[in-house]
């Protein structure tokens, strides 16, 4: 079946450091991938999404490249706020072209940045 | 557009006892989801529901039961809660053919 494999957690960096979260994948086809991120006390937001191999996703200042030689998709950041602080989710979507897609779920990254 | 809503947003629950966990969308969206998280576990399928009229088993069903009521809401039931589902519960629907999911704010269930 599918899994994904997130880097233990959790992370403490100081604003404007480097971020990487690994996140490793086995999958049968062909997935989509996916970062989720979600802040205290609120639901879960899509952060960004890649579709086919060698497909970059970015947003916010986030960026993750779907490597199927590595089956991997870390997400990296450039300079982290404190704002960023949250709990960072990889997932795969085995929609497969279908109508409807099941994801599967990292355990999750707990991001704190500090001033 | 209020996107995914949830209800109630907390609840306390003895075990034995049982209780239906609310969900609507706005969006048109035709599958819906219910997911669990628990620490160190992400999140974990229960039940989902592709489109309005059916349902089927996730990753993690027992103890529980879902209705699609329609097209805008699909519901959680726990018949006789036990401590195991004490627990973060997820709604989450979709667009056909677009895997992006959009969850709603979550039901935080301590069952005693």
């Known amino acids: 079946g599918n899994s994904v494999t997130q880097m233990e957690g959790p992370v403490t960096l100081s604003e404007e450091a480097f971020l990487t979260i690994n996140c490793t994948y086995t999958?049968?086809?062909?997935?989509?991938l996916f970062w989720y991120v979600q802040y205290p006390g609120e639901g879960l937001q899509l952060l960004l999404k890649?579709?086919?191999?060698?497909d970059k996703g970015s947003n916010k200042g986030f960026e993750a490249t779907y490597r199927k030689e590595t089956t991997s998709f870390h997400l990296e950041k450039g300079s982290v706020q404190v704002s960023d602080s949250a709990v960072y989710f990889c997932?795969?979507?085995?929609?497969?072209?279908?109508?409807?897609?099941?994801?599967?779920f990292g355990q999750g990254t707990i991001l704190t940045v500090h001033p | 557009n209020a996107g995914v809503t949830q209800t109630p947003k907390f609840q306390v629950l003895k075990t034995g006892q049982s209780m239906t966990l609310q969900c609507a969308q706005d969006?048109?969206?035709?599958?819906m989801y219910w997911y669990r998280q628990d620490p160190g576990m992400g999140l974990r399928l229960i039940y989902y529901?592709?489109?309005?009229?059916?349902?089927d088993k996730g990753e993690v069903p027992n103890g529980y039961n879902v209705s699609r009521l329609n097209k805008r809401e699909f519901s959680l039931r726990l018949e006789s809660a036990a401590p195991s589902q004490t627990s973060v519960y997820f709604c989450?629907?979709?667009?056909?053919?677009?895997?992006?999911?959009?969850f709603g704010p979550g039901t935080r269930l301590l069952v005693l």
């Open positions: 989450a629907s979709s667009h056909p053919y677009q895997e992006t999911q959009y």
């Open positions: 999958a049968t086809g062909y997935p989509s």
């Open positions: 890649a579709t086919k191999a060698d």
């Open positions: 997932a795969l979507s085995d929609a497969g072209g279908t109508s409807y897609g099941k994801l599967t």
């Open positions: 969006m048109n969206h035709n599958s």
């Open positions: 529901s592709a489109s309005e009229g059916t349902t």
